[in-house]
């Protein structure tokens, strides 16, 4: 599924993502980096898909990015009109 949705590694991704302030933050309220599947230096990718067409795909550059919530909820409302 990776690889068929180019989802991409990189070890610097991983290192940088997990020295964020964001992860530092998650770490310190008790979140913890485990149990995530395929390996660790995969990069996240998020995916709307809505009647099985991707509506919008997103590739993050660390692992510590996402797709911006506001971003989301744009496309979300603009799909209700």
Known sequence: ???LYGVEKSLL?????GISLKMLKAL???YKIEGAEGQKTLLPADF?????????????????DHLPIGELID?????ER
């Open 75 to 79: 496309l979300i409302s603009s799909n």
């Open 13 to 17: 991704g991983y290192i940088l993502g």
């Open 48 to 64: 709307l898909i809505d009647n099985l067409t991707v509506k919008r795909a997103y590739y993050s550059k660390k692992i510590s």
């Open 28 to 30: 310190l309220m008790g």
């Open 1 to 3: 599924m990776y690889k």
